[in-house]
């Protein structure tokens, strides 16, 4: 059984280790000075070891770092999931799920006459089964995820709360597949939200060798393999328009020009966010309106207005 990892969701915090001050290298400071890693001599497992440790022991007070935004409850702790754990983690009846099992179709593990799921392998799945779900599962499972997700306020715009008006280029002069997910993550980078670039990075590229995040339609939801809360400050999207469209291995054949880097922190928020990206890219006349975007504010106007398209139609469906 793998160890389990830190909540998604949790605030990235200070970790204080006992060095001398000549055995400190540079300190980085995130996005608007909120959030401070600092970087030592030791590997990535020995770091995050310390850090989890400090995070058990930082008083709260003390916290360097505060939510820009409100937040989706964190899933459940560790990396094993049960059956009723995975049935809520994916949005699904249970009874539902049984029959996916029974099926063969999600990735398991069973013994000793129980069923248990790998987190890492079953949001893999259920990403890439949000991706190819066909028009009527997909209404269904985003109004069953926009239900259990939604704020007390009322319907939660996600994609409003992971987007702004800076992270959008029109004109990406991106020709292969390797270079748009560098130029992807180079956007968000230049907005102050990565901690380690070279690491998302790594992680698109596992994803996209695993199987194509390309859709029909010439767009493609671009998302790392695993959601790791040492890569970025928070959860965020980046929107990119590349000026010619390139091959990324959708499902149709075509090339894409639409890319979406989608990189969330809480991997429950994950699933959610790409059935509702999913949803708002089969409204009618949304595409052609993104292609015809004059620069990164309409584009951001396209997607922010699509958005609340389907807030109110979930509305009208009593949600």
Request: charged letters at 25%; proline letters at 6%; glycine letters at 8%.
């Amino acid at each position: 059984m793998k160890k389990g990892r830190p909540c998604a969701g949790a605030s990235f915090v200070c970790a204080r280790l006992k060095k001398a001050p000549n055995q400190i290298r540079p300190s980085r400071i995130g996005s608007a000075g909120r959030n401070l890693f600092i970087f030592t001599g030791k590997s990535m497992p020995e770091m995050k070891e310390e850090v989890q440790s400090s995070r058990l022991h930082a008083d709260p007070k003390k916290s360097l770092a505060a939510p820009s935004r409100p937040r989706l409850q964190c899933g459940m702790a560790g990396s094993y999931l049960t059956l009723d754990e995975a049935a809520k983690y994916l949005h699904l009846d249970t009874g539902y799920l049984l029959r996916l099992l029974k099926q063969g179709e999600v990735p398991c593990q069973a013994g000793g006459g129980r069923v248990g799921f790998d987190r890492d392998e079953l949001d893999a799945w259920a990403s890439q089964r949000i991706l190819r779900m066909t028009e009527r599962n997909l209404k269904e499972y985003h109004r069953e995820s926009s239900r259990i997700t939604r704020c007390s306020a009322g319907d939660y715009a996600v994609i409003r709360g992971l987007f702004a008006p800076g992270r959008t280029v029109v004109g990406l002069p991106s020709r292969t597949k390797a270079s748009v997910l560098r130029e992807l993550v180079g956007i968000a980078e230049q907005a102050g939200l990565l901690y380690a670039p070279a690491d998302l990075i790594a992680s698109l590229e596992a994803r996209e060798a695993a199987c194509s995040t390309g859709l029909g339609g010439g767009v493609a939801l671009v998302h790392p393999s695993k959601h790791d809360p040492y890569i970025a400050a928070e959860s965020f999207i980046v929107l990119a328009r590349t000026a010619t469209p390139i091959p990324f291995g959708a499902p149709d054949g075509e090339n894409t020009d639409l890319f979406f880097l989608v990189c969330c922190l809480d991997d429950r928020l994950h699933l959610h966010t790409l059935a509702r990206l999913c949803t708002m890219l089969g409204t009618p006349d949304v595409l052609p309106r993104m292609r015809q975007a004059a620069d990164g504010a309409a584009l951001y106007a396209a997607v922010i207005e699509t958005e609340q398209l389907v807030l109110e139609h979930l509305g009208r469906s009593r949600v």
